[in-house]
Each structure stands twice: as structure tokens, then as C-alpha cells.
């Protein structure tokens, strides 16, 4: 089996290192960058923290390459699904499967117009990139996976692709409907990321904070509204997720707060402009989700000023 | 007639400026600022920007060198409001009023705990300490002022203090009722400075990005639902006020922006806390006006950590 992971930073080297200690698969890492790309090939994929061990992956930063591929991974920023999954199109056929492990919503739709089936998924594992050829994995989780509707990707694909991650030691499941799985981290994600990113607080700290963790509070209320109205049955409270990761060892900064620190544009679009736009599609109202939107792009807004 | 100025930064030091040169008053300024101080009894405080010049002043870290005023006019940043008139009450008697002009609801409350008369105050102008003894005057405007109803100040007062502050050229109007133009600048405040100090944007900026133009019509929507169910009349539409501020040449950097820039403690509950404060009173729900103020709590409260 061949699995080209498309974005091999944080979340894409996760699954690429232990993908590519199976001896039955064939692994292919696609990023563009350049550095990172050039550490891979020479030592192999490094990973430390919750796992250490190093694989031996291939990469590249050019599709052409990559012969074809059974199964993709998209896991880069939502903002770049686009441009990765445009120049990678070329590695996948009619009977591929590529599944987007990446945040937010909306990352299928896309996909879906480069590719004939696309797999909905849901990834708790988390890390961040050490230097090139190194990722920490921070934390470890499991993956839900399920069809994108509208491609009515066979479940035999699915199962075969959950197998495949969970003997790879990425424990992985396959559902009829991963809709529930994926809003469930989406609505925590749209609550948790632009508070962090607006005030700088660590994930434990705005959670314990009185006024950031009642604010959680209330735009995960607003992002469970929409899921009932679109008829989605979350996975659990995602609460449960707020608490669970307050409770974690560390200070934990939400990506989006990497992302403010860099300057580098977020996926507020794919988070809580999602649900403001699903609010709108179903009636549900949204204002709370809207300002962290408005703000999070002002923010974006200002550095091209300075 | 003798004033005390208390907080002689840019707001006090415009007024203490302007009074300062009216042959009939002497000015006192007490500010916690040694080298200000300093500048001030040496050289004058001088003005630039909207009117260039230099008015011999009185200053002193210490109330007890100031004689017993007839008028005390505080423009500390009202997180200051307390320690400040609870050192300087002793220049004031039972025939003496001091006037806020304040930022925010709930400075009065806090002045008339230490004198008897309190004169509602709202002041346009706005400036920038540029250095000690040196403040920039950038926006010129009225100031309109009137009793602290629980105090029940004499109108007869109020009117004088307004003629006297006329007659200095900065122009002051005595209202019977002067609640409608200080939540108008409230209402104004609320929206236009955690926008600003959130994301960085200038207030020209911030107005005519779409997202963040848009919030602040929401958080004013919200603000003028309150002050409806207070029974106050607005001076104006506070829509008005961004709008000319964001006509007005320069980029201008609301006052919290500023603050947070300096990692200075904000002046947000008496900004939005004092809307959401109200507004439960009242039984008004103002869910926008909270998340601002908790994203400024937070923004405050992750300074602690570093």
C-alpha cells in the first residue's frame, strides 16, 4: 500500500512517522518545505515526546515524485488545503481515498474538487515542529474517521485505511458518520483557539480564568445549537474536551495562538467563520462566534500595516 | 478661584494647560508622576499639536502642599479613581465639587465617597503625554458636565465651573442632566477601544475593515439597548462619533490600545463592565460587551504569567 501524507508538519509527521515504520507500506511526504523536506530524506523522520523513535520517510517537495497512491493525508492549515491538494491531485486515481485529518470545516468540500473520494477526519493527536526533520508529538489521541457525503466513499476503504493507521499505532476509527466526531472538535477548536490568540493565555489558563472560561462557555453553546439544527449528534460535550486538555501536563498554546505569535494568517475562516456561515445556512444565530471571527481578522488586518 | 487638577496626564494636562493661563485662577496639579512633577515647576507645561504653548503651573506628588480648592476636575485613568481622591479629598470642603472626566461609568460613585458635591463630566478631547511637561493635544472638543444626582451638586456650580473652563478655551457646557452625553462616549468607548486593543488596528482602520466595522455596530446596538432600558436619551447616535473619529487625519490608537501596548491595566470594567454591570440591572443581556470585557481580563491576566 502506498499513503502520500500531504503537509508533513506537526500533525502530517505524526501519522508519516508511524506510518512509515510498517514494513507493508510505502510512505510519501509532500511539503514545501524545502529545509524540512531535506532532513527527512537524509536522517528520517524524527519524532520526540509522547514516542520517540525515527522513520525512514520519503519526501519531497514536488508531487511528481510520488508514483500513485492508494490514500492521501491532508494535514496542512486549512488555508493552504487548497494550493496542497491542487498540486497533489496528480498522485491519486479514480479508486484512491484522500482523508483530511486537518482542523475546522470545510477542508472536504475542497478536496472533493481535486479527488473522487474523500474520507471526513478527526484527529486528536497534537505536536509541533522542532526543527526540520523533527516533530514533538504533545499529545497523543484517537481518529475518527468517516465518507464525505457527497463522494459516498465505499467503507471498505475506510475500514482498510482505519486498519492501517491503528497497526501503525495511530489508533484510528471508522463510523458511517464522522460528522459528530469532527463538530465536536470543531465547536472546542472555535471556542478555544481565538480566545487563546486574542489574550495570550495558555489552554489551562483561559480555561481556569473565570471570565475566558465562561466565554468558552458561551461559544460552545452557540456552536452546538448549529450542529443540532443540522441534525448533527456531536460525539460527547465538548466541554469534556476543554476539560481534558485544561488537565493536560504543560502550558498548551491553541494553534491559533502559534499562529498570532508567528504572524501567520489563521484558520479562522475554516473555525468559527464556519459556524457563523452553518448558523446562517439553518437559522441559528451566532454573534459571539462572529466577534472572535471579526476580531481574530482584524488582527490578520493589522500586520499588513506595520 | 483656586482648581486642583488630579492626574495631569493628557487628558488633565490639556485642561490644567488652558486654565493655567487665566490670570483670575490658580491651578494646582497632583499627579503620582515624580519626573512630570518635575518638568511641570520647572518649565511649564507645554502643549503641542491642536494649539502650541506653555502655561506656568503648580505641581506636586503631594496633596498637602496644595491649598484648599474651589473645584477639583480628575482625569486619572479610572482604574486610579480611588487611591487618587482618597489622597487629594483634603484639598476639597463642603463648598467645593469635583468633576469627573473620566472615561467610563462609575468614576463619580467612587469621587463622591470622599466629597460632597460631584459633577458629571464628559470631555472629547484627547492627547498624549510626549514627554514629562509635554503633552500632545490631538483632538480638540466641548466638554459638557452636570450634578452627580446623588450629590444634588448646585446648578449655580456647575455653570461657574463651565464658564471658567469656556473662558480658558476649552469650551464647557452645564446640563441639568448630563447622563445622555457621557454614555454616549461610553457606549462609543465600549466599542471602539477592545476592538482596537484586541487587534491592533487604528480606529480609522477598524472602522472600515468590514468585520470589525461591523462589530462595533453590535456592540453599540447593545450599549443603546441599556441605556434605553436606563431612561437615559443619548446626546447623540454613538455611531456618530466613530465615524468622525475616523475621518479625523493620523492614525489615532484608542486609549486601551494604548494601554495594552504598555501592558498597562485597562480601564475595560469601567468600559464594558460598566455596560454589562448595567445592563443586568436592567435586565438587558449584552453577551458582546461581555466577551469584549473577558478577552481584556484575559489579555491582562496572561500578563501575569510571563
Known amino acids: 500500500m502506498k499513503i502520500c501524507v500531504i503537509g508533513c508538519g506537526a500533525v502530517g509527521g505524526i501519522f508519516a512517522a508511524h506510518l512509515g515504520r510498517l514494513p507493508d507500506v510505502e510512505v510519501y511526504a509532500y511539503d514545501v518545505a524545502a529545509d524540512h523536506v531535506r532532513a527527512i530524506n537524509d536522517a528520517g523522520l524524527r519524532l520526540s515526546g509522547a514516542e520517540e523513535f525515527t522513520a525512514p520517510i520519503r519526501a519531497t517537495t514536488d508531487p511528481a515524485e510520488i508514483p500513485r497512491c492508494d490514500y492521501g493525508i491532508v494535514a496542512t492549515k486549512s488555508i493552504h488545503t487548497e494550493a496542497a491538494i491542487a498540486a497533489a491531485a496528480r498522485v491519486f486515481d479514480r479508486a484512491s481515498a484522500v482523508c483530511s485529518v486537518q482542523n475546522g470545516a470545510g477542508n472536504e468540500e475542497i478536496i472533493?474538487?481535486?479527488?473522487r473520494y474523500v474520507i471526513r477526519g478527526t484527529t486528536f493527536p497534537a505536536g509541533h515542529l522542532i526543527e526540520p526533520g523533527h516533530v514533538g508529538y504533545d499529545i497523543q489521541g484517537d481518529t475518527w474517521i468517516g465518507p464525505f457525503e457527497p463522494t459516498a466513499t465505499p467503507m471498505q476503504l475506510l475500514r482498510e485505511l482505519a486498519v492501517t493507521l491503528s497497526r501503525s499505532g495511530m489508533n484510528t476509527i471508522a463510523l458511517e458518520d464522522a460528522r459528530g466526531a469532527q463538530w465536536t472538535k470543531l465547536i472546542f477548536n472555535a471556542a478555544t483557539n481565538p480566545v487563546g490568540a486574542l489574550t495570550g493565555l495558555d489552554h489551562g489558563s483561559a480555561t481556569r480564568f473565570p471570565p475566558t472560561g465562561e466565554l468558552f462557555d458561551a461559544l460552545i453553546d452557540e456552536g452546538c445549537a448549529v450542529a443540532q439544527a443540522l441534525g448533527i449528534r456531536l460525539d460527547q460535550d465538548p466541554r469534556v474536551l476543554v476539560e481534558k486538555g485544561a488537565r493536560a501536563p504543560?502550558?498548551?498554546?491553541?494553534?491559533?495562538?502559534?499562529?498570532?505569535l508567528a504572524r501567520r494568517q489563521t484558520e479562522v475562516d475554516f473555525m468559527n467563520g464556519a459556524i457563523v456561515q452553518w448558523g446562517e445556512n439553518v437559522g441559528v444565530?451566532?454573534?459571539?462566534n462572529r466577534a472572535m471571527w471579526a476580531l481574530i481578522k482584524g488582527l490578520e488586518e493589522s500586520w499588513k500595516q506595520k
Open 285 to 288: 444565530p451566532t454573534p459571539l
Open 250 to 260: 504543560g502550558r498548551h498554546r491553541a494553534s491559533m495562538l502559534q499562529d498570532v
Open 112 to 115: 472533493a474538487r481535486y479527488v
